[in-house]
T-cell receptor
Framework: EAQVTQNPRYLITVTGKKLTVTCSQN?????MSWYRQDPGLGLRQIYY???????DKGDVPEGYKVSRKEKRNFPLILESPSPNQTSLYFCASSLIGETYNSPLHFGNGTRLTVT | LAKTTQPISMDSYEGQEVNITCSHN???????ITWYQQFPSQGPRFIIQ???TKVTNEVASLFIPADRKSSTLSLPRVSLSDTAVYYCLVGPMNTGFQKLVFGTGTRLLVSP
């Protein structure tokens, strides 16, 4: 089954304790991205990647890191989490087409709480 | 990047047609318009996409006027299960999505 898998689904941590949220897709998609969703603010892009070793900042990259060493994986890293990073996080992927616009496929989300 | 504006919320009843309009005044020539549906605690799901005029699939229709500065998602005969948040997204083809900007979405509530 074609899917984007995020882990964990729920995570509670304390301020300053490094954590990684994993994202993996099995559709051979070039494009992957991370979003955070907060009440009243919709989806905001954190980072995106056009292919292996190609990443760039979205609208709210502060406090986050990403890496794209393999095509299928795009982990989100919080080196020193803070309470304002408490949010619902989504990973998404899509093909990159020259003559078409491929829809995004989203994972089921990771709810992060930083105390 | 084209910014989108949608109504914050809409109410409807089962069996009615629902039209959700999205404004995107600075849409670029190579931008497509895509709509997503999101249920609580789930990731958004693709509904429909278009470039101009009208597009129809098994779940919705998308109407885009000639100037492409707005678009309307039409859901025929909604049911309770259509209660969700609907996002309009404008983004380019050819070079992939790159940096994307989602709006705050429209929360649709369908009542019996």
């Amino acid at each position: 089954e074609a899917q984007v898998t995020q882990n964990p689904r729920y995570l509670i941590t304390v301020t300053g304790k490094k954590l990684t949220v994993t994202c993996s897709q099995n559709m051979n998609h070039e494009y992957m991205s991370w979003y955070r969703q907060d009440p009243g603010l919709g989806l905001r892009q954190i980072y995106y990647s056009m292919n292996v070793e190609v990443t760039d900042k979205g609208d709210v990259p502060e406090g986050y890191k990403v890496s794209r060493k393999e095509k299928r994986n795009f982990p989100l890293i919080l080196e020193s989490p803070s309470p304002n990073q408490t949010s619902l996080y989504f990973c998404a992927s899509s093909l990159i087409g020259e003559t078409y616009n491929s829809p995004l496929h989203f994972g089921n989300g990771t709810r992060l709480t930083v105390t | 990047l084209a910014k989108t504006t949608q109504p914050i919320s809409m109410d409807s009843y089962e069996g009615q047609e629902v039209n959700i309009t999205c404004s995107h005044n600075n849409i670029a020539t190579n931008d497509y318009i895509t709509w997503y549906q999101q249920f609580p605690s789930q990731g958004p799901r693709f509904i429909i996409q278009g470039y101009k005029t009208k597009v129809t699939n098994e779940v919705a229709s998308l109407f885009i006027p000639a100037d492409r500065k707005s678009s309307t998602l039409s859901l025929p005969r909604v049911s309770l299960s259509d209660t969700a948040v609907y996002y309009c997204l404008v983004g380019p083809m050819n070079t992939g999505f790159q940096k994307l900007v989602f709006g705050t979405g429209t929360r649709l509530l369908v009542s019996p």
